[in-house]
């Protein structure tokens, strides 16, 4: 067995006694006639961290397809499982939502950003993740004088119920086949509009302080921020569903003007990304939004437009036609 | 916070790229010093892959903690695996287990191997021993046909789809198989299944004998465990009801499909013995 291949490279790390296993996608070399001065010193590198409790290869294999793009294009890509997930060691609770939610791997992960910047003798690591995996980047970010950027997909700013019961599941499903159920749900949707109306611009009772604090942190200091949104039940990219608070909209006012927040709306893809046309999406928009903040020397005189042969972004069969969204496994959304 | 059972042994567990034709098998070995049986963990198709990786993690620490060795991999094309998965083939993926079987029953010392399938994994254990590879088999929730993990795969998956439609734009799985048969190929949760693939999976069975322990014990004169997995498996098996964050503890599952394995790598043991003294 072999511990690397061309591109890739198996890693143990062991942060605050927690054996973390993951893998480097290493960055082309045909990309740079010559290594940057001092190694990898004036390098970024991007770390994908576990959406919820998904291995780090995630919903078809997407965060692979996502590294080997990154790491294609000359920046060093980490995919890791955080303790108690994938292979790594460390124990698995139940109650994960919640743990991740109130910033439970927040420690553990600015650690590992912390000993991989060490390791890889990188300048900066702009940390990925999406859903529950932007959550712990967040908060990590927030503790980790290393992280350089953040990319969140699909980031939630509230505290969602893990498990609904069966009976407002079934309730949901007939809402959802039925004719009347489709006249209740948008009379529902109007009773929520009005009550929002009321409220005025006071967050849900289910909002999440703690990390919209971390946000606001985060945010205000000028770190890039780039933010992926897919569309959700009744709901598009860049609008919220009739009747639920607008959160993008209230983060950005957050975040103030010194801010480096930069939303990608994409209507293409579904929750996970992992469809083709998603994935696409978020590989050149990753890209294009590295090459801006963080050049690569000897990329920086020959950057080429984004495109998705450019960036190793395979063409699908697909074309970018609306597709309706999919839930996913994740089913955070519709929370 | 509740914590699920946890084994105290220190074990070693080795992640590595194995090479077949034209691509990078990934696999982690959790290693034993003196095993009394090996275990090559043969997991399920695709999408059920992140569904089921944390129970079958589990399952293997939990072998390791009791002496037995196991082998896990991802299927070319796959999670970690390198490789096109709309180029591969289920030939492609019976000849990933020959191959680590093969790898796997060379190591020293030399205790008797176990292939343990999870559902199209179980075709693929069930259609290895068939062919005279490992010296018992374990299957968990096996369908009759590669076609049949495939549709219940895209049975949920169109469920989820469905949460997002309304009315006349909910489409039903039948609908789905049409377009499949018709020649397009289907994107389920970012796999790009082809029409090739959902042909292929019809004759893609599971040994007849394997239908029954009794029929394959008497076939294969080698021990055979044929397990049903109901709701309450979910993950492993579908249909069950789940929260988002579910992390169960399948200890119920895990001991007496452990002690099988023990019970009857100690009496291929013994029989050898035997055999060898006469």
């Known amino acids: 067995m072999q511990q690397a291949i061309e591109k890739r490279e198996l890693m143990e790390v062991e942060v605050l006694g927690v054996r973390l296993r993951g893998t480097l996608h290493r960055p082309a070399q045909s990309h740079s006639s010559r290594p940057p001065a001092g190694g990898n010193q004036e390098r970024i590198a991007v770390l994908f961290l576990n959406s919820l409790a998904l291995p780090r290869a995630a919903t078809g294999d997407s965060a692979v397809y996502w590294a080997d793009a990154v790491a294609e294009r000359g920046y060093p890509a980490y995919r890791f499982d955080l303790p108690g997930l994938g292979d790594s060691d460390g124990e698995t609770t139940t109650g994960l939502l919640d743990f991740i939610n109130s910033g439970g791997y927040a420690e553990i992960a600015a650690a590992l950003t912390k000993e991989l910047s060490a390791r890889g003798h990188l300048s900066g690591v702009v940390i990925a993740g999406h859903c529950a995996g932007s959550v712990s980047a967040l908060y990590a970010a927030a503790g980790c004088r290393q992280c350089s950027g953040l990319v969140l997909m699909d980031p939630y700013f509230h505290l969602p119920v893990a498990k609904r019961p069966r009976t407002r599941e079934l309730f949901s499903d007939w809402v959802r086949r039925s004719?009347?159920?489709?006249?209740?749900?948008?009379?529902?949707?109007?009773?929520?509009?009005?009550?929002?109306?009321?409220?005025?611009?006071?967050?849900?009772?289910?909002?999440?302080?703690?990390?919209?604090?971390?946000?606001?942190?985060?945010a205000a200091t000028g770190l890039p921020i780039l933010m992926f949104k897919?569309?959700?039940?009744?709901?598009?990219?860049?609008?919220?569903?009739?009747?639920?608070?607008?959160?993008?909209?209230?983060?950005?006012?957050?975040?103030g003007r010194r801010s480096r927040v930069q939303i990608k709306t994409l209507e293409v893809a579904d929750h996970s990304f992992a469809n083709r046309v998603g994935r696409e999406a978020v590989c050149l928009g990753i890209e294009s939004w590295l090459l801006t903040n963080f050049p690569l020397e000897d990329l920086a005189t020959t950057a080429v437009p984004a495109s998705p042969s450019s960036f190793g972004c395979k063409q699908g069969n697909s074309t970018m036609t609306l597709r309706p969204p999919s839930n996913r496994d994740c089913a955070l959304e519709g929370r | 916070m509740h914590r699920l059972p946890q084994t105290n042994k220190e074990l070693t567990e080795r992640a590595g790229y194995f090479e077949v034709s034209g691509a990078h098998l990934y696999t982690v070995l959790h290693e034993v010093p003196n095993p009394v049986a090996r275990l090559l963990l043969v997991g399920p198709f695709a999408s059920e892959r992140?569904?089921?990786?944390?129970?079958?993690?589990?399952?293997?620490?939990?072998?390791?903690?009791?002496?037995?060795?196991?082998l896990r991999f991802d299927y070319r094309g796959i999670g970690e695996s390198t490789g096109a998965f709309?180029?591969?083939?289920?030939?492609?993926?019976?000849?990933?287990?020959r191959l680590l079987s093969a790898w796997f029953a060379q190591r020293s010392?030399?205790?008797?191997?176990?292939?343990?399938g999870l559902a199209l994994g179980a075709v693929l254990a069930g259609r290895a021993f068939d062919q005279g590879i490992g010296d018992a088999l374990l299957l968990w929730a096996p369908p009759a046909n590669a076609n049949l993990a495939l549709r219940s795969t895209l049975m949920r998956w169109v469920g989820l789809e469905q949460i997002f439609k309304f009315g006349n734009n909910r489409r039903s799985t039948a609908d789905y198989v049409r377009e499949l048969e018709q020649g397009s190929p289907l994107e389920v949760e970012g796999y790009q299944w082809s029409t090739r693939l959902w042909q292929e999976s019809f004759g893609f069975s599971l040994p007849e004998t394997l239908k029954s322990e009794a029929t394959a014990e008497l076939a294969y004169q080698r021990p055979v465990r044929i397990t049903t997995l109901g709701k309450e498996a979910a993950p492993l098996a579908k249909g069950g009801s789940m929260g988002y964050d579910d992390l169960k503890d399948f200890t119920w599952l895990y001991a007496p499909h452990a002690d099988w394995i023990a019970e009857t790598a100690s009496q291929f043991t013994m029989a050898g013995a035997h055999a060898a003294s006469n």
């Open chain 1, 179 to 218: 004719a009347v159920g489709k006249i209740l749900s948008h009379l529902y949707d109007r009773v929520r509009q009005f009550r929002l109306l009321l409220r005025g611009d006071a967050l849900p009772s289910n909002a999440n302080t703690a990390l919209l604090k971390r946000w606001k942190h985060v």
């Open chain 1, 230 to 255: 897919a569309p959700g039940i009744k709901a598009t990219a860049s609008k919220p569903r009739i009747g639920e608070f607008d959160y993008l909209k209230h983060v950005l006012k957050l975040a």
């Open chain 2, 50 to 70: 992140q569904n089921t990786y944390i129970p079958l993690v589990r399952w293997a620490r939990y072998l390791a903690a009791r002496d037995i060795e196991v």
């Open chain 2, 86 to 97: 709309d180029e591969t083939t289920f030939e492609d993926w019976s000849q990933d287990v």
């Open chain 2, 109 to 116: 010392p030399a205790v008797p191997l176990t292939l343990h």
